[in-house]
């Protein structure tokens, strides 16, 4: 059962492609060593797979793709860089 609980806040750092298919990387607090690849992580509401992850200053970058079912059932597809989710 979903808890609702919000155990981070991230920040949407960029958006690549298209309707059918778009790559968001969202930068994160996460420490990059407990995101594993295929690890789902729900970002604003949405169940998102990680397909890469890189470390940062104070956390990591994770990137999720995104494809039409969700781009077009979801908010997903109003996220643009700079955008803050929780």
């Given amino acids: 059962m979903f808890t609702g609980l919000v155990t981070d806040v991230g920040e949407v750092v960029s958006v690549a492609g298209d309707d059918r ?10 420490d990059p060593a407990t995101i594993a690849l295929g690890a789902s992580i729900a970002c604003s509401g949405p169940c998102l797979t990680a397909v890469a992850i890189e470390p940062a200053e104070d956390g990591c970058i994770f990137a999720v793709d995104a494809a039409a079912e969700t781009l077009a059932r979801t908010h997903v597809s109003t ?3 700079g955008r803050i989710w929780r």
Wanted: proline share 0%; aromatic share 16%; no cysteine.
């Fill in 79 to 81: 996220w643009r860089e």
């Fill in 21 to 30: 298919l778009r790559r968001i990387r969202i930068r994160s607090h996460y």
